[in-house]
């Protein structure tokens, strides 16, 4: 990503929304320069604008006014619409072939009849006496983070989880410093360009069945029996907009899940890649099914978020190379410079989506030369690994998990059919390991037990 995350992910969302169907909803602090990007992003592109400001309208300048109107024949009244002047410029310009963004601006700073007038624009396109938005007009919404907002109003949950939300926020103090304090002239230098890449049905298929294959595996790992399984009914869930997470994300439905279909062949058809797209497209994944509303725990909640992370990126990456004619074989599992947990973890994660089959029996051998690597069964270094181990807290915290997955990986390899040749090697492999580092798993459960 560049310097204008802000504009780029702005920018990615409303072209992704214009191609999808699926509503945008960008949530934010109080003067990130929404209008303004938004603009510019409509003049750039040949868009007129239209902005409506929750606080500034009642219900009927946004729907329009009844007016009792008397027909010069009959002499009979009549109500009729009297249409609002910012939809008489959206249906001037629609008559000049000239297609208009209308941006909904503080939606959750508004009374519930304003909102419910600005909410009828977003999901049902329509003005009083049930006068439609031309087609070619793109509709997006915005409003504050709670904590910013001085009023008592709110947007329901089932309300959010009908847009796809996108949180408008800096990682760091830097990036925030660097997009705002560039010169006006340089703020629309380098913007985000598409290809135009044509997806075929089998792509498409491809996508829907991956798309529920990473599901099932996510679902899966979720289902302890100790804990509560991802909950696809929403029986439980809070008012994400009370989140004190700073991030607001949505919850699982199957609204969710056909968006993230939309969005994510939206994707493809404009050739994003995750190397240079990757922050921002996560950005709208994580809107339409971040599970803000479940009820996960903190720790839970990013385990979540990195599953889905991991095995969404890998589709679209699959899938993307597939659109794009590319003949490259799919790159391979990289374990380097992660812990044996870790490593683990990645490689069942793959291994349960079915669409990954391949790749993680390929990389077994690379799974489990990377588990020797870091415990090996000679002599020279048990005695090292048992030294820092028993020495660092931190070390045996580590030792202790790295043993608990091994075990866990040995169970999921003899359990499962061995459509590898050398699985019952690396169970041998694997079964050494544990045999060999068996006196320091007791040493290391004593001593932590305080003996």
């Not at 990615?12 to 509503?23: E, K, N």
């Not at 949530?27 to 239209?50: C, D, F, Q, V």
């Not at 009959?74 to 000049?96: A, D, F, T, V």
């Not at 804990?227 to 609204?255: K, P």
Request: net charge negative; with cysteine.
């Amino acid at each position: 990503m560049g310097i204008n995350i802000i504009r780029d992910t702005i920018e990615l969302a409303i072209s992704v929304s214009a191609h999808s169907g699926v509503p945008v909803l960008f949530l934010a602090n109080p003067g990130l320069a929404k209008s303004t990007i938004i603009g510019n992003w409509a003049a750039r592109n040949g868009y007129h604008l239209e902005t409506l400001i929750g606080s500034r309208f009642t219900q009927e300048e946004i729907l329009g006014f009844q007016a009792r109107i008397e027909d010069k024949d009959s002499g009979e009244n009549r109500l009729e619409l009297l249409e609002p002047y910012w939809y008489r410029g959206i249906i001037g310009h629609e008559k000049q072939n000239i297609p208009s963004l209308l941006f909904l601006d503080e939606l959750s700073t508004v009374q519930e009849n304003v909102q419910g007038a600005m909410l009828q624009l977003v999901f049902d396109r329509t003005i009083g006496h049930g006068k439609k938005l031309p087609a070619s007009t793109i509709v997006v919404s915005a409003a504050n983070y709670k904590q910013n907002i001085p009023f008592v109003f709110n947007i329901m949950a089932p309300i959010l989880n009908r847009f796809c939300i996108v949180n408008l926020r800096y990682e760091s103090n830097s990036a925030f410093l660097g997009e705002f304090l560039q010169d006006e002239d340089k703020r629309s230098d380098d913007v985000l360009t598409y290809g135009d890449v044509t997806v075929t049905d089998e792509t498409k298929t491809r996508l829907r069945e991956g798309l529920k294959a990473i599901w099932i595996a996510i679902f899966e790992s979720f289902n302890d029996g100790e804990h509560a399984a991802l909950d696809i009914n929403n029986q439980m869930y809070n008012n994400i907009y009370e989140s004190d997470t700073g991030y607001v994300y949505n919850f699982i439905s199957g609204r969710t899940i056909y968006y993230l279909y939309r969005i994510t062949y939206s994707f493809l058809c404009k050739g994003l890649s995750v190397n240079r797209h990757g922050p921002l497209m996560l950005n709208m994944v994580f809107g339409l099914a971040g599970l803000g509303t479940n009820s996960f725990d903190e720790m839970r909640q990013k385990s979540y978020l990195k599953k889905l992370e991991t095995l969404w990126t890998k589709l679209y990456t699959s899938l993307g190379a597939e659109a794009a004619a590319d003949k490259t074989p799919p790159a391979k599992l990289d374990f380097t410079g992660k812990s044996v947990s870790a490593a683990i973890n990645e490689w069942t994660l793959y291994s349960d989506a079915s669409i990954f089959g391949d790749n993680t029996d390929g990389a077994l051998e690379t799974l489990v030369r990377h588990i020797s690597d870091t415990y090996g069964a000679e002599s020279v270094q048990v005695e090292i690994i048992t030294r820092r181990v028993l020495e660092d807290a931190f070390a045996m915290f580590a030792f202790t998990g790295d043993m608990q997955k091994i075990d866990y990986l040995v169970d999921n390899l003899a359990a499962s059919p061995p459509n590898l040749p050398s699985r019952a090697a690396f169970l041998l492999t694997l079964r050494g390991i544990l045999e060999a580092y068996l006196p320091l798993r007791e040493a290391a459960l004593k001593k932590a037990a305080g003996h």
